[in-house]
């Protein structure tokens, strides 16, 4: 998976609680993403970084923040996590002729 | 924004067949069309890419083809093979200083039967 760890894999969680998730890379690139998957859907952009400390929203961006302090390193937070966000989360890099994504191994979070 | 339509949904073809999976695209300024083939519990894995400057290209039993006129590309799969079962997604993007933002399809579960 293009050197990409994605943390935790799966996730349970009640409404209303704080949840993070980690992605991590390994080969130094600028670009970052997160992405979300759902039945119908396809995939959607939630955030995405060009560099440290630089970051803006994608499509379905409401009730998602991010950071992204070390290059290696690009949180997802749900400050205060729905129903509606339970899906399959994945962390995306663009390679280094700057076109090509390639995708973590996700993270399936449940909000019940 | 850019949006992305695929068609079908599901597909169901006997061993050693042609597969097709279409998408349609409504940004007339994307340029870039990649195709992503995600197994079950995995992320979704680049299998081929087209620029807007190419209408077609070939990487084994896997082709890209793009019409920019109508806006719309093609996946073609030859010779299916079992290990082709998965689901297709295609993507489109416009490739600007602010990164590569694909815009996807809804996915194509393709399955391969014996």
């Known amino acids: 998976d293009a050197g990409i760890t994605q943390s935790p894999r799966h996730k349970v969680t009640e409404t209303g609680t704080p949840v993070t998730l980690r992605c991590h890379q390994t080969?130094?690139?600028?670009?970052m993403y997160w992405y979300r998957q759902d039945p119908g859907h396809g995939l959607r952009l939630i955030h995405y970084?060009?560099?440290?400390?630089?970051?803006d929203k994608g499509e379905v961006s409401d009730g998602y923040s991010v950071s992204r302090s070390k290059t290696e390193d690009f949180l997802l937070t749900l400050e205060s996590a729905t129903s509606s966000q339970t899906s399959v989360y994945f962390c995306?890099?663009?390679?280094?002729?700057?076109?090509?994504?390639?995708f973590g191994s996700g993270t399936q979070l449940s909000v019940l | 924004g850019e949006n992305v339509e695929q068609h079908p949904s599901t597909l169901s073809v006997q061993e050693g067949d042609s597969a097709v999976i279409k998408c349609t695209y409504s940004d007339s300024a994307s340029n870039y069309f990649p195709w992503y083939k995600q197994e079950l519990g995995k992320g979704p894995q680049l299998i081929i890419d087209?620029?807007?400057?190419?209408g077609e290209k070939k990487d084994q039993r896997i082709a890209v083809t793009l019409n920019k006129t109508a806006k719309h590309f093609s996946l073609h799969i030859t010779e299916t093979q079992p290990e082709d079962s998965a689901v297709y997604f295609c993507?489109?993007?416009?490739?600007?200083?602010?990164?590569?933002?694909?815009?996807f399809g809804t996915g194509t579960q393709l399955k391969v039967e014996l």
């Open positions: 970084s060009y560099g440290v400390k630089d970051t």
């Open positions: 080969e130094n690139h600028r670009y």
């Open positions: 995306a890099i663009m390679g280094d002729d700057n076109e090509k994504l390639f």
């Open positions: 087209i620029r807007s400057n190419v």
């Open positions: 993507a489109a993007s416009g490739l600007t200083g602010g990164g590569n933002k694909l815009t």
